[in-house]
């Protein structure tokens, strides 16, 4: 059993900063992956950022110079600053892993609701 915790989230003004984290916790074998998306109202849920064990990165465009994912050992953060109203959603923490035998497994988080508003 895999549990992801997310924390961070909340109202913000545009222009401002919010850090959210996610915390992995349970049977977790390997790491392929840790990022997060985010779903607006009557919208799909879209890549915002991914990092591997290696720290290697993924940003969609929108979010580039903008937002900075990070990790240390099984919690994953995202920094946003200079928030915007378009970035308005509920965030989804996601983790990837794979098994020695081969199998591989998705885990998401509960989600935590950021609003950029004035």
């Known amino acids: 059993q895999v549990q992801l915790v997310e924390s961070g989230g909340g109202l913000v003004q545009p222009g401002g900063s919010l850090r959210l984290s996610c915390a992995a916790s349970g049977s977790i074998e390997r790491i392929n992956s840790m990022g997060w998306y985010r779903q607006a109202p009557g919208q799909q849920r879209d890549l915002v950022a991914t990092?591997?064990?290696?720290?290697s990165t993924t940003y969609a465009e929108s979010v580039k110079g903008r937002f900075t994912i990070s990790r240390d050992k099984n919690t994953v953060f995202l920094q946003m600053n200079s928030l915007k109203s378009e970035d308005t959603a509920v965030y989804y923490c996601?983790?990837?892993?794979?098994?020695?035998?081969?199998?591989?497994?998705?885990?998401w988080g509960q989600g935590t609701q950021v609003t950029v508003s004035s």
């Open positions: 996601n983790l990837n892993t794979f098994a020695i035998s081969g199998s591989r497994a998705e885990y």
């Open positions: 990092i591997t064990p290696r720290r």
